[in-house]
């Protein structure tokens, strides 16, 4: 299946992007990835000029990873599991809008990464050597966390989120979520009083405008405006609460 791929392009973050098409014949099974490594192979754009090989990025190829994030024929989306049957014959390739890019289809996602670290989005543990066996969870709370741990931090949801934008702080639907993943467990529930207070902080929950494309465009289904709502409850209970502690 002979496909024109046309692909938004940029040297360095410092440059202007530019568009460059090539032409690429594939089994209409192949997925994105395989179209970007077959132009890698030969980077002969449809002027047949040889060029820079096209700089993306990939990891596991099967949907976990959320590196090969891009947008594809104007749809924020995974390119290891887009095949070209479902593409057509012309397939529009960019790098994501709401992330600096770093080169071609690659962008820096460490907003997502920062963020993580500003709500502690961890277990915390008191050394590394066996403990013995971890606090019991009711299999209700293992069904909710399944599916907030299914995030791999891909940054769709962001991209379709409108608060996410140059003159917003605001952390994102997919921290939101794992800052409630992490207050679900019961060690992780030791520190859960400073990621409220983070979640308070400029930048927090308080910046969700509540749009709900989050939730319709994640591709592992996580449950984001369930915990949006959620750490709503969870953070005004603990501001009515501080008020009445000072």
């Known amino acids: 299946m002979e496909v024109i791929v046309t692909i ?8 202007s992007s530019y568009i460059e098409t090539f032409r ?5 099974s192949a997925n994105v990835i395989m179209i970007l490594m077959e132009i890698r192979k030969k980077p002969i754009n449809i002027k047949g000029e040889k060029v820079s090989p096209v700089a993306f990025e990939c990891s596991c190829l099967e949907e976990v990873c959320g590196a090969c ?14 095949l070209l049957r479902d593409l057509g014959g012309k397939i529009n390739l960019a ?12 962008v820096d996602r460490r907003k997502i990464f920062d963020a993580l670290k500003r709500v502690k989005a961890w277990i915390p543990i008191d050394g590394t050597y066996g403990m013995g066996p971890g606090p019991k969870v009711p299999e209700k709370v293992q069904r909710i966390g399944y599916k907030l741990a299914r995030c791999m931090s891909c940054g769709i949801c962001m991209e379709a989120c ?13 921290v ?24 308070l902080e400029d930048g927090g929950i308080g910046e969700c405008g ?9 591709p592992k289904g996580v449950p984001l405006t369930y915990a949006l709502g959620k750490l709503n409850r969870d953070t005004l209970i603990y501001s009515i609460k501080r008020l009445l502690d000072t």
Not at 24 to 28: E, I, T
Not at 69 to 80: D, F, K, S, V, Y
Not at 167 to 173: D, E, L, T, V
């Open 8 to 15: 938004e392009r940029r040297k360095s973050p410092v440059e």
């Open 24 to 28: 690429v014949d594939l089994p209409d």
């Open 69 to 82: 994030t891009m947008n594809i024929n104007g749809r924020a989306r995974q390119a290891c599991s887009t």
């Open 95 to 106: 790098p994501l809008r709401k992330f600096p890019v770093i080169r071609d289809l690659i």
């Open 162 to 174: 409108p608060q996410v934008n140059d003159r917003s702080n605001f952390i994102g639907p997919a």
């Open 176 to 199: 939101i979520a794992q800052t409630y993943l992490f207050n679900l467990h019961p060690t992780g529930a030791m520190i859960e009083e400073d990621r409220l207070e983070t979640l």
């Open 210 to 218: 509540n749009a709900q494309n989050c939730v319709k465009v994640c």
